[in-house]
């Protein structure tokens, strides 16, 4: 661990204005980001008596090897620059709030031809109009009761074309779930009118069809018409139930955001209701681990700026009211920014009485079970992964914990194609953002010892290039001349928030490699690290036939006993290792697999190509085509139709007039 006074900057060298720091570790990952109204201040309470501290903060000061800051012109901007850079860099004693699903909403493509009812995660679209958050199972069994009374398509784009082709409709056409506009059941102007009043219903505006239908049904029993009149009174059922599942909590016409959370020492769980025009229209829930030493007020303010900074496009669905158990420090700060995201004025506040604290009570007793749940859940999860972890360490006696474990395995179909994966597990579980391809070309695709060893040098000289930028960096940033041009650079790229952050190609090294295969691989793996100079990552190999692990210059494997949590989650690593691989040989083996006489043509892609086929209709076409006729088609200009001509005239220079062939079927495709 570092010694934070040997990092530590001197006192007259911090300003005393806002601002945003942030602690690095040896490797130059950001570990902490904080803001403070007075930065001299708040960096000196970190140094000034570090055995002091509480115990989390302790650890981050000890962790970290340096210390940065950017001033700003306001506490609002400095909000608003601490969002980003958590947000960019997730820190790991950080507070991050992490639901465990992606909520979906129920969605109305307004913007298309024929509006489409369907449930959508993820971003915002443009022209959509979106109704939630829902459960998983809710928002299917209330679209399907909705659409037996608003009959809207929610068919996909490819059904709609092919029974559009057919004329005749899908399944749910014949069963009166949708009104079928594209066989002209319905015109395009009464679809979307169905669509219209599908939103407003889902709006909370459902008593006027329950009415209508009411009287439609009065009239079909006066007329003798009971068939239809049954069929009404399902209707009306149908839309009873969807609407009497949210319940009237508020006064009408109340917009709010209701969050509470359930703490102890070491996790947070936070619950919110959304209610719109005084309903329930949806919950959702997250679990924090507190990895640094927060207040509930913090723990607030780094909630609302997670939960409401990760929504884009919050126009018209932020709502009025944030309702919290706690009034975050820079209060007034928090409400201006969300009013910017919304458009609009937003009032944070805390419900002191009335139905609004009841409701905040109720949101509370949902946050203490969500907790409760979340324990009796991870207790299994954790103790066999911390078993695991701790099984393979003492078995390969490995003098480090294994926080990082990277798995790489190479794929190929008799030397074609070669490729090679990497996949990424931090504390026994996976990392897919770190998860990385290798296209395998040149002599070390002869042999898999070969590409393993090309494999791991590209992968770790990548590394040791990032540390040597990372550490140059660092030392210009310890120069008092370059500090003002740093921060003046660090600023003009938070303020402009369309511009992504540069990624780094690969994250920091692992505690121990692991390579699909026995001794030959392990020890090219091993030779690769060794040829670099890197000694602080240790080397396994992993054999399929008798799940042996292999070390670097050992003449006997290791023998896991085939019950060890450890030897279980090595074979996870593996496999998943094995299956990234084989899905890129595939995708690489699926555009090799047809070739052209046109891949030749300097300047010609795919889509060029496919304009070419379609003005001249094959290859021979193509051909005969002269340079003029060629410029013809879409995207081809006069220069590229010449390549064109040149490719294809046998005059010792071009090339060969070769026919497009499938290489897997040896079937000729163009004559």
């Not at 057919?166 to 009104?179: F, M, N, V």
């Not at 203490?368 to 749940?373: D, G, Q, R, S, T």
């Amino acid at each position: 661990m570092a010694d934070p006074a040997s990092y530590r900057p001197q006192t007259g060298e911090i300003p005393t204005n806002p601002g945003v720091y942030r602690f690095r570790d040896p490797h130059g990952r950001v570990i902490y980001v904080g803001k403070a109204k007075n930065l001299r201040s708040r960096l000196n309470s970190y140094f000034a008596n570090p055995a002091g501290l509480l115990p989390k903060t302790y650890a981050m000061v000890h962790t970290a090897s340096s210390v940065e800051w950017t001033v700003v012109g306001s506490e609002l901007e400095s909000l608003q620059l601490e969002y980003t850079w958590i947000k960019e860099f997730t820190p790991r004693f950080n507070v991050m709030f992490r639901d465990d699903k992606t909520y979906p909403y129920l969605a109305v493509t307004m913007g298309e031809k024929y509006p489409r009812v369907q449930v959508m995660r993820g971003d915002r679209r443009k022209g959509t109009r979106y109704f939630g958050p829902y459960t998983a199972g809710a928002i299917r069994d209330t679209m399907d009761t909705l659409l037996r009374v608003f009959p809207v398509r929610s068919c996909s784009a490819g059904v709609l074309k092919r029974a559009e082709a057919s004329g005749r409709p899908c399944l749910l056409g014949y069963i009166d779930k949708c009104a079928a506009p594209c066989v002209g059941r319905i015109s395009a102007e009464d679809h979307r009118a169905l669509a219209e009043d599908f939103c407003t219903f889902m709006g909370g505006e459902a008593k006027p069809f329950v009415n209508r239908l009411e009287r439609e049904m009065a009239a079909a029993v006066a007329e003798l018409d009971y068939e239809r009149a049954a069929r009404l009174r399902d209707d009306i059922a149908a839309l009873k139930k969807v609407f009497e599942r949210n319940a009237v909590v508020l006064a009408e016409g109340t917009d709010a955001d209701v969050f509470a959370l359930h703490e102890d020492e070491l996790e947070a769980a936070v619950q919110v209701f959304h209610v719109r025009g005084g309903r329930i229209r949806g919950q959702r829930g997250w679990v924090v681990e507190k990895v640094e030493d927060s207040t509930t007020p913090e723990l607030v303010e780094h909630l609302l700026q997670q939960v409401y900074g990760e929504e884009a496009g919050l126009q018209g669905r932020l709502p009025r009211e944030v309702l919290v158990p706690a009034e975050p420090s820079n209060a007034p700060e928090l409400a201006q920014w969300l009013s910017g995201l919304r458009g609009a004025r937003v009032d944070v506040r805390v419900p002191q009485r009335g139905d609004k604290a009841a409701l905040m009570s109720t949101v509370r007793e949902n946050a203490e079970h969500a907790l409760k749940l979340h324990k009796s859940r991870r207790a299994g999860d954790l103790t066999m992964r911390s078993q695991a972890l701790q099984e393979l360490q003492e078995a390969l006696e490995l003098p480090v914990a294994l926080l990082r474990i990277e798995c790489f395995d190479i794929s190929h179909v008799q030397g074609t194609n070669v490729v090679g994966s990497m996949v990424v597990v931090e504390d026994g579980l996976p990392k897919k953002s770190d998860y990385r391809k290798f296209s395998v070309t040149g002599a070390a695709a002869n042999d898999d010892t070969a590409a393993m060893h090309d494999v791991l040098t590209r992968r770790f000289r990548h590394y040791l290039l990032e540390k040597s930028g990372q550490s140059e960096l660092a030392e210009a940033a310890a120069k008092p001349a370059h500090q003002a041009a740093l921060e003046a650079a660090t600023a003009a790229a938070v303020a402009d928030s369309t511009t992504p952050a540069p990624r780094s190609k690969f994250a920091y090294p692992p505690n121990l490699v692991v390579v699909d295969g026995g001794k030959p691989q392990v020890n090219a793996a091993a030779r690769a690290l060794a040829e670099l100079g890197i000694q602080d990552v240790y080397v396994v190999g992993l054999a399929k036939r008798l799940e042996e692990v292999w070390l670097p210059d050992s003449d006997f494997p290791v023998i896991l006993p085939r019950a060890s949590a450890g030897l279980y989650l090595l074979q996870r690593i593996r496999d998943e290792a094995h299956r990234f691989a084989i899905t890129f040989h595939r995708q690489k083996r699926g555009k090799a697999m047809t070739v052209s006489a046109l891949d030749g043509v300097p300047g010609l892609g795919e889509s060029k190509r496919k304009a070419l086929l379609a003005e001249f209709g094959s290859l021979k076409g193509i051909k005969a085509a002269t340079q003029e006729e060629l410029t013809g088609a879409k995207g081809i200009g006069p220069s590229l139709a010449a390549a064109i001509v040149r490719h294809f005239t046998d005059d010792g220079e071009g090339a060969a007039t070769v026919p497009a062939i499938n290489m897997t079927t040896g079937e000729i495709l163009d004559a």
